[in-house]
């Protein structure tokens, strides 16, 4: 079952997991800490599919004959410390609109072109970035919720006003933008980089 060399995206399936995982767990300490229920419903629909994301990748790798690398995360502590506070506002856990970028999974989908991933590897790789665009867009219209209510309007108001065609690129960001997607940008630059 094992493959005998390393494949050349081992360090993105790696990257993935840990990034993954640690999202997992933001997004759950955050519903946690939220007063609203709707906010929650989505950071918990959310944190589900990354916790599993975490697990499947973890699992890819020991079916390739290799094991799951932790790396050490200096700033995680503190940052699940904030979204854990419920102190801290829905809003600045938020943060600003970010509403370009770049395109996160574009990358990976053109090596998924280029046929480096082995076929079940490249199966997952679909269905990964299938659901995190479709969890952008979920923590999105939730986020544009909170953000509205702030300004005075009521969820539902709020609900009507959300952009319905966020570009890709923003749901991949914001389906990243908690714990672990500091780490899968630098992991993804840094294999960029070394290509
Ligand atoms: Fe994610």
């Avoid at 004959?65 to 940052?79: I, N, S, V």
């Avoid at 999105?140 to 959300?162: F, L, T």
Wanted: with cysteine; hydrophobic share 40%; aromatic share 6%.
């Amino acid at each position: 079952m094992a493959t005998t060399t390393k494949p050349s995206y081992l360090g993105l399936l790696n990257a993935i997991s840990l990034a993954e995982s640690g999202a997992g767990v933001s997004l759950q300490a955050w519903a946690n800490a939220t007063p609203n229920d709707e906010l929650a419903d989505a950071l918990r629909f959310v944190a589900a599919r990354e916790t599993s994301h975490g697990d499947v990748f973890c699992r890819r790798i020991k079916e390739l004959g290799f094991d799951l690398l932790q790396k050490p995360d200096p700033g995680a502590a503190e940052r699940l410390a904030k979204v854990a506070n419920p102190k801290v506002s829905d809003l600045e856990k938020i943060g600003p609109d970010r509403d370009e970028g770049q395109d996160f999974f574009g990358g990976i989908e053109k090596q998924l072109d280029e046929g480096i991933f082995d076929p079940l590897t490249a199966k997952l790789m679909v269905w990964y970035i299938g659901e995190e665009r479709d969890s952008g867009k979920v923590l999105n219209e939730a986020y544009d919720c909170v953000r509205s209510m702030s300004n005075g309007k009521s969820p539902s108001a709020a609900k009507a006003m959300a952009p319905t065609t966020p570009s890709a690129d923003a749901d991949a960001m914001m389906a990243c933008m908690t714990a672990g997607f500091t780490r899968l940008e630098k992991a993804l630059e840094k294999l960029a980089k070394a290509k």
